[in-house]
């Protein structure tokens, strides 16, 4: 950097810091006096008559903020305006028009970063490059590229796309999150915001991610990791990394560009329906988040292309592509399992299963009375839960809007936290239903989860059957060995090792036996039939099979028990016999 860059840039990052900041404490100041200082004074109702203007004027204001400055900011922007359980509607919606689009870096700017990046003069690294980005975000920008003869040989394609980092953005990252944290740790001594939020956790995962965002060789082995578990060819695609052309600052990929995800027209020219790509974009999500654990967190149009091909082997004429694997996320197994009971609850409309999901991920803490919660899920699902989003048009605004209320108070009133990755996972939850309402307006979010929901319950009851299995084998194992001790214990009579005192010990010991086996009969017959109800709607046949073949097992047991009633015989009896010890 030039001499007198340096005390220039430091300038700007500190004036950049007290905008954020300034803002910020301006919002938290009117937020104080509107809903606080107000009520207690007599003027609640002035404060309540004028919010829903003043939240959207704010959030305006902050989008301004947001797209004049670029960098976090937008990040941020757009994380806020997924936060519909402690958001009102009227900023999220006021957010949801921020998009990740800011004014292109010059070219010569993004040259030089790229030739220091690689080492090499832009015309040796690419055959041609493009100086017109395809695509300018706020901490980096894209452009088409041809590669060399040698390096086409090696990846066996020549058309890519080069991501170029924009210059200076690491600081700029490092200046915004240091905003945050202010306002972080302001917010934090808040009681009620404190009782309702770790704020600063929230902002260091958000640190975590951002920063990982930026380090596109993380972006490279993310993209080979996707590819490695969801592109099949069929359903999903990925691009491939050209390492020799990739660095820290650039990551070089197979342009894979094609018809974008909401463009309802464009697909229906291509003859591919909507609805379709609606159904299978959901499925896809849903298998990445409650499946592999690992998923993509910011699956919005841009990032995500519907690929037009010759019908393949399944009849498939099209495959969705994913590109920009700078925030994916993680989904650790306790999660994953809190997850699946959700998935699970939600198919089933069961409030209170749901409630039990979200206490199961940790999102509520232990101590929160989450009765009122319940109730309002369970008249949500009472009232909206078979709808698709088509039909939600027909009814009353007033009445859903009443239930948005009352869901979104009971939520905002409950102490909560955030586990690990939680926030992406909410992120590309409401993109996907996002998209896919705008895909398909008659789109049902319940039909998307029901298959996969029942997938999971066929999971979860053969895990509960191979559970039962094992306990029941072992339990058999022991009862199946005790008529042969039995019989030892005989022997050891009949042979003067055990002294015994009464005539009728054989006849016990035999009804003993006889009785184990009658038992052991009745253990397999409840497995049987234990095993065939769990499996009835996973693998009928083979449930079928289980009810069938469990007459055996309970014929010899009713048999036996036939057999007992009219039975009058027994072993012979055993006469006290000492042996020589105790003679």
């Known amino acids: 950097m030039p001499q007198g860059d340096a005390p220039r840039a430091a300038a700007a990052s500190r004036a950049r810091y007290r905008r954020i900041v300034r803002f910020a404490t301006g919002v938290m100041l009117a937020t ?27 959030s305006a204001r902050f989008r301004v903020l947001a797209i004049d400055l670029g960098g976090l900011m937008i990040k941020v922007g757009q994380f806020l305006s997924s936060r519909l359980d402690v958001l009102p509607p009227e900023v999220t919606s006021e957010l949801e028009q921020l998009q990740d689009e800011v004014p292109a870096v010059p070219f010569a700017e993004i ?5 220091s990046e690689l080492g090499v003069p832009l015309h040796r690294a690419y055959a041609w490059f493009d100086e017109t980005p395809v695509a300018a975000a706020s901490l980096g920008q ?16 020549r058309e890519v796309v080069v991501k170029v980092q924009r210059p200076g953005i690491d600081e700029v990252v490092e200046v915004d999150l240091a905003a945050l944290r202010t306002i972080a740790d302001r917010l934090s001594r808040v009681g009620f915001v404190a009782r309702r939020v770790d704020v600063p956790a929230l902002v260091e995962e958000f640190a975590a991610t951002s920063r990982e965002e930026i380090d596109y060789l993380h972006e490279g082995v993310n993209a080979e990791r996707f590819g490695e578990l969801f592109s099949d060819g069929v359903r999903v695609a990925a691009p491939t990394v050209v390492w020799e052309r990739t660095t820290p600052r650039v990551l070089t990929l197979s342009d894979v560009t094609a018809i974008k995800l909401n463009d309802v027209d464009g697909l229906r020219a291509a003859g ?35 690929t037009p091909h ?4 399944a009849g498939r004429t099209w495959t969705l592509t994913f590109i920009d694997f700078g925030m994916m996320g993680h989904v650790p197994p306790e999660l994953r399992a809190g997850l699946r009971r959700i998935v699970i609850a939600v198919a089933a ?19 929160a009375d989450t009765t009122e919660l ?13 709808l698709g989003f088509g039909e939600l048009q027909d009814v009353d605004p007033r009445e859903f809007q009443a239930f948005a209320d009352e869901f979104g108070e009971a939520m905002r009133e409950l102490p909560v936290q955030l586990p690990e990755n939680f926030l992406l996972i909410t992120r590309a939850v409401s993109l996907t239903s996002g998209v896919c309402s705008a895909l398909d307006p008659g789109f049902n979010v319940w039909h998307a989860v029901e298959p996969f929901a029942q997938r999971l319950l066929r999971e979860e009851s053969r895990g509960a059957l191979t559970d039962a299995a094992k306990s029941v084998f072992s339990y058999a ?37 006889n009785l184990l086996r009658l038992v052991i009969a009745a253990i397999v017959f409840a497995a049987m039939v234990v095993g065939g109800a769990l499996l009835w709607g996973a693998v009928p046949w083979l449930a079928a099979t289980l009810v069938v073949a469990s007459v055996v097992p309970l014929g010899f047991a009713l048999s036996g028990l036939a057999r007992r009633s009219g039975r009058r015989g027994g072993r012979p009896v055993h006469r006290v016999r000492r042996t020589t010890a105790q003679r």
């Open 32 to 58: 104080w006096w509107f809903e606080v200082v107000l009520p207690r004074i007599g003027f609640a109702r002035v404060a309540e008559r004028g919010r829903t203007a003043r939240l959207r004027r704010i």
């Open 111 to 115: 040259k030089a970063l790229a030739e």
């Open 142 to 157: 894209a452009h088409r590229a041809q590669l060399s003869d040698d390096d086409e040989s090696i990846a066996g394609f």
């Open 272 to 306: 591919i329906d909507p609805a379709e790509v609606a159904q299978t974009f959901a499925e896809v999500m849903f298998e990445q988040l409650f499946g592999a654990g690992f998923f993509h967190a910011d699956p919005h149009p841009g990032n995500v292309f519907v």
């Open 310 to 313: 010759a019908p393949d082997a």
């Open 349 to 367: 409309r069961d409030g209170k299963g749901l409630v039990a999901g979200i206490q199961q991920i940790g999102v509520l803490l232990p101590s």
């Open 374 to 386: 319940e109730r309002a899920l369970t008249e949500l699902f009472a009232r909206f839960g078979g």
């Open 477 to 513: 194992k022991t009862i199946v060995g005790l008529p042969v001790r039995i019989d030892q214990v005989a022997a050891r009579i009949d042979r003067g090792e055990l002294a015994v005192d009464t005539p009728e010990i054989g006849r016990r010991l035999d009804r003993l036996e």
